[in-house]
């Protein structure tokens, strides 16, 4: 590395809710293997080993297209708290070397070692080191990107996969990203790249030769950002907690809902759920939108505000039934809730002259719905919660939900991201979502 150069590491797990099914059932070594949602329930791959890969088999296909590809194929039902404490443990490994982790999702994160030379070596020192850690404590195995920038670092540690390990000094930096396609910059999708290649750009060497300015008119600010990337140039720092915009949960049905009170309880699941992963981050929500798909893959959004920030499930609950009475009626195939609009729970929030029950009336709630539940609940969730971890999610549970799949996705039906994130997504402020963190259960947009 040279001595001006950041030394920024990305790691990313290779292939990791499949490797982590694989090492703890030795029988699927060597087999082409998935994890994701049964074909017959409309299912999608949320990651898939490399033997599969080798047939085609890639992350958010349908699973029933994963297994005309590779008949062989096996189907792992997900465990998503088993790859949470997993991340945990990774992420720890990562903590032990340099305070200035950042993570991207489960089985991913950014690391600047700078000035970790004295304890723990150079980059490649320090790198090498993570991999071994990883092996022995998880026997899992990481790919390692170390480049002096978040996004070469990123483009370093997919060039060798699986078990990789790439350096990119700054002086080769233009000779490899001179050939690669214009997809392979950071936040260049599928429209971008058409938009691009319309203009004759195919490639990053062809991109850079473009005016600036010429890239920023046709892009807008956009544009200015995939140009400085043509040239390598990529100022963001490691930033150890990125600010989250939303929590998200969606779930494609096997068989299309017609009943009205079913859809309740799956809100009423996935507002249980979102409230946990809010509390669990130290964060409230205030904004409520639920995403509704027809069979006819017509998608409708509604969207609701409340008065002021929360993470009670009832709360969000609430409004998200409201929200659903303002969707046509209709058999749905997918139903899906986001909750935005997120602070800091030490955020001092602006008293109301009659407490939470006007709020909660708002929200579509009565009176005296509001009333019995909303605060106490407040003022159990830390107690309930510990129970939740110890225990696992279903030991609490409102009655009405009691003896059903929850919306995590013990069924392998359920999706939306990443970060937090592949059951729940947790979106960040700064960075669009990288092809690692698209790993869904959900089917792919219909688009």
Known sequence: MAPSSTPILHVDMDAFYASIEVRDDPSLAGRPVVVGGPAA??????????????????SAMPTAEAQRLCPELVVVP??????TAESRRIMQIFRSYTPLVEPLSLD???????GCELSSGDPIEIGRAIKRDIARETGLVASVGIAGSKFIAKLASDMDKPDGFRVIAPEDVQTILAPLSVSAIFGVGPRTAKRLEAMGVRTVAELAKLPREEVQ???GVSGAWIHDLAHGIDTRRVTPRREEKSYSLERTFPKDIHSREELRLRLLEFCEELAFRLRDAGLRGRT???KARYPSFKTITRTHTLSFSTNVGARFYAAARELLDRIPQGPLRLLGLQISNLDDVRTPQQGMLFGAVAADTEAGATPQQAALFPDRLERVSPGLDRLRRKYGRGVVLPASLLGRDAAAGRDGTTGSLGDA????RAESSEDAPTGAEQDALDEPPAE
């Not at 329930?41 to 890639?58: E, I, K, L, Q, T």
């Not at 994130?421 to 729940?424: P, S």
């Open 421 to 424: 994130q592949r059951a729940v």
């Open 288 to 290: 409520v939108t639920i």
């Open 78 to 83: 997900p465990h998503f708290e088993k790859y």
């Open 217 to 219: 008119k046709r892009f």
């Open 41 to 58: 329930g409309r299912g999608v791959v949320a990651a898939a080993s490399y033997p599969a890969r080798r047939f085609g088999v890639r």
């Open 108 to 114: 991913e994160a950014f690391l600047d070692v700078s």
